[in-house]
């Protein structure tokens, strides 16, 4: 297992132990990350601490994304998927091992997927299609973050800020953009704290599925 470094260590103390309007900027690749990973769990029901430490013996997250985003939609368990395409050279080709149906992976997925494209627009193509399922945005909005150049990271980060800064995703994301704010700023003007973020979230993915259902 990958053991944090001293930097990372650090980083995560004065995390916990400094609020965070007195270190805005300095905590944005730790709030980002956190994000991603409590709509993540929050999505797929899994434990926080199990994805962290999958990252850390070497899945990378966009695998991740992929292989839960498969699963929700086939029943093949991630452990089956992810081992699959550890023995191919795509992911095209695990699926088709596997012969799961492109068709039935998602629209934006399926496509993509026919279409080559490479692991990191495969990830956000599943990062897509699940924000759409579960109608945590509605596709203007999305595509509108999209265009705007925003990763996947950032689209959480908005989406998590939005509701309580009554205000469209798109227009959290072109403050900090932009540079008039940063994501710790944008915490503090939406009340939020490190500690906060995975209720939020799961809040969030909570209203989103009853709202669907």
């Known amino acids: ?114 279409e080559g494209a490479a692991t990191p627009l495969l990830a956000e193509a599943v990062v897509n299609d699940v924000i759409l399922r579960y109608r945590l945005l509605d596709r203007g909005e999305l595509a509108a973050l999209r265009k705007a150049g925003a990763t996947s990271q950032e689209v959480f980060l908005a989406m998590l800020g939005a509701p309580r800064l009554k205000q469209p995703a798109r227009e959290v994301f072109s403050a900090v953009r932009s540079g008039s704010k940063t994501w710790g700023k944008m915490l503090v003007d939406a009340g939020l704290d490190a500690s906060g973020i995975q209720q939020e979230a799961s809040a969030l993915v909570r209203s989103s599925r009853s709202k669907g259902s």
Request: hydrophobic share 45%.
């Open 1 to 114: 297992m990958t053991l944090l470094n001293l930097p990372h260590v650090l980083l995560i103390v004065s995390i916990l132990f400094f609020p965070v309007s007195a270190r805005p900027a300095l905590a944005d690749p730790y709030f980002l990350a956190t994000t991603q990973n409590s709509f993540f769990a929050a999505i797929f029901n899994v434990d926080k601490k199990s994805l962290v430490l999958k990252k850390q013996k070497g899945t990378s997250s966009d695998d991740l994304w992929i292989a839960y985003g498969i699963s929700a939609t086939t029943g093949v368990t991630p452990d089956v998927l992810l081992q699959t395409r550890q023995s191919k050279e795509t992911w095209k080709d695990a699926i088709a091992a596997l012969k799961l149906n492109s068709q039935a992976l998602g629209v934006t997925f399926g496509t993509a997927l026919q």
